[in-house]
């Protein structure tokens, strides 16, 4: 698609007069970003941002002092080319003149030259009309974008229009600067957003990137907005996907210098979730790419996750499924949802590193999701990148495989079981069994394995993956046992496994509930002293995938 005329945005400008001109009632407001320059020195921002520390140039900037400007008053600029004296006020970056649009007692708006050198500390001196000075030092680079906001404070709604053919345009903010509801289009029909900022014209092709709620969005352009000294334009497609999100947030990076987020509140319904089909035994590949469904993190962060959707079904009751999600290039997760009532997803679990499980240690950021389906349903998972890693693309492969198992009772007859290489495996190649109970909140439940083939490892955890209690070898004589206080009613998983790659041999487990700790360590993490090994950090250290659960949207029907 050709580039949007540029010249086609009277109205752009008109608006971005205001919102570079900033009014006496905010400073208040734009003041509170900054601690108060010292006497006799200056503090140096992105116009649109008020981001500090680095500015491009023939971009906008402003400083921030106490300026003496004649009779006190504050001054614009009446047109081009920008003076290089207004209201008495001179500015000098590196020693070159700077135009001037806006003086006053405390705030001066000017152009960096745009043949500012690059480097680092540029000494930057305004001054007054009384020819005192104040000085400052700011970085100079290639590329430090700044967005222009609507009530120009480098915050809430993003200054801009959208656009789905170059002609007509509508405004993304209302009159009193909230955000206005924008088509997402779609991606036969994209719908361009325009937005104005300063700091990345200068910036090599290929070195900005926009990213909307954490998605790269296809760039038609970016560079100089003709007519505004400074003012910078960029041309993006809103990405379709994120239909029915709210309000997201827009971020420019150029040069890997990132700007402020702006907002932009998109509207429509979510999309329908698209989901293949996945059968039990069966492995698929796949690939995680730009292109793909998105997931919002739900914590306002504008974080956001690339997933593939599967849906599988279970025909008996009291099962245990194991999706092992296996990737190189991505940090892998996997969320598991049951469809219920009016296709309303409810998140069962989510896992972002059992399938690292290896020697002693977690070797690899591979997912092996284990969850308790104690009733037959239709059941959807998502593979996707960790928490830790938000729009991560690249390869995998995912196999699902489901287990009959019926759950556990306390104070049962211990259960004489064995290792085998047929069982659960990691992708560090560690075996494992999994069982699972129903507990009670405040239960103190006990969980004790022992062996004479191996040093055996025992986790307890949440059927949702969150880990209540581990331990290895406990002893040193071929046993672990987590003593834990339920934190809550419902379905709880025991994972036994030898720690060890390729090992396999008998042991036993028993579940007891029990009337007390007594001379015992509760949710006990320690490994015996001097064993050599070293007992598993990464469950008790690390935090789960934390996603919410996905808002409502239509499940797609073949």
């Not at 698609?1 to 752009?12: G, V, W």
């Not at 439940?445 to 209690?469: C, E, H, I, K």
Request: net charge neutral; charged share 15%.
């Amino acid at each position: 698609m050709s580039a949007i005329p540029r010249m086609k945005r009277q109205p752009a400008r008109m608006m971005l007069l205001a919102a570079l001109f900033i009014a006496v009632p905010c400073l208040g407001l734009r003041w509170a970003r900054f601690t108060a320059a010292a006497q006799g020195s200056l503090t140096v921002v992105n116009a649109a941002s008020f981001i500090s520390n680095n500015v491009a140039p023939d971009s906008i900037a402003a400083a921030f002092g106490q300026f003496n400007t004649q009779n006190n008053q504050s001054f614009d600029a009446s047109g081009v080319p920008l003076p290089l004296t207004l209201g008495g006020v001179r500015v000098t970056i590196d020693g070159v003149a700077a135009g001037l649009f806006f003086v006053s007692p405390t705030q001066v708006n000017f152009a960096v030259p745009a043949g500012a050198a690059l480097g680092a500390g540029k000494r930057v001196v305004v001054t007054g009309a009384d020819n005192s000075s104040r000085e400052g030092a700011v970085d100079v680079v290639r590329g430090a974008p700044g967005l222009f906001t609507a009530l120009s404070t480098g915050q809430g709604t993003a200054a801009g229009l959208t656009t789905f053919d170059g002609v007509t345009f509508q405004p993304i903010a209302n009159p009193d600067g909230t955000e206005r509801q924008v088509d997402p289009g779609t991606t036969q029909r994209p719908n361009l957003l325009v937005l104005f900022g300063t700091g990345w014209r200068e910036a090599r092709p290929g070195s900005v990137v926009v990213t909307v709620q954490g998605v790269p969005t296809r760039v038609d352009f970016a560079g100089a907005q003709p007519g505004f000294v400074g003012l910078d334009q960029l041309n993006i497609a809103l990405p379709p996907e994120l239909a029915g999100f709210g309000s997201v947030l827009v971020k420019v990076t150029a040069e890997g210098v990132a700007s402020n987020s702006a907002r932009v509140r998109v509207g429509g319904q979510l999309t329908a979730l698209r989901a293949s089909q996945i059968n039990p035994g069966q492995a698929v590949s796949g690939a995680l790419t730009a292109d793909d469904q998105v997931q919002d993190a739900g914590d306002g962060s504008g974080r956001s996750y690339f997933f593939d959707a599967y849906r599988f079904r279970t025909s008996e009751a009291n099962t245990i499924a194991a999706i092992d999600l296996r990737a190189s290039q991505f940090d892998a997760a996997v969320i598991l949802y049951r469809v219920g009532g009016g296709d309303i997803l409810e998140q069962i679990s989510a896992d972002d590193q059992t399938g690292g499980l290896g020697n002693g240690n977690v070797e690899n950021n591979n997912a092996l999701l284990l969850a308790a389906l104690p009733t037959p349903g239709e059941y959807i998972c998502y593979a996707t990148s960790s928490d830790f890693e938000p729009n991560a693309v690249g390869s995998y492969s995912m196999r699902l495989t489901t287990h009959a198992s019926a759950p556990l009772a306390y104070s049962a007859t211990p259960i004489n079981a064995s290792i085998q290489s047929t069982d659960i495996t990691t992708s560090a190649n560690d075996f494992l069994d999994v069982y699972w109970f129903n507990g009670a909140q405040n239960d103190r439940a006990q969980v004790r394995v022992t062996s004479s083939d191996f040093a055996p490892y025992v986790r307890l955890s949440r059927n949702d993956g969150t880990l209540v209690g581990e331990d290895v070898n406990r002893d040193l004589a071929g046993s672990a046992q987590v003593n834990a206080t339920l934190p809550e009613t419902g379905i709880y998983l025991i994972v036994v496994t030898p720690f060890e790659p390729n090992k396999s041999g008998a042991y036993s487990l028993a579940l007891d509930r029990a009337s007390g700790f007594a001379g015992a360590v509760e949710a006990s993490a320690a490994a015996a002293a001097g064993t050599g090994r070293r007992t598993s950090t990464a469950f008790s250290g690390r935090a789960q995938v934390t996603r919410r659960a996905p808002q409502p949207r239509a499940l797609e029907r073949m």
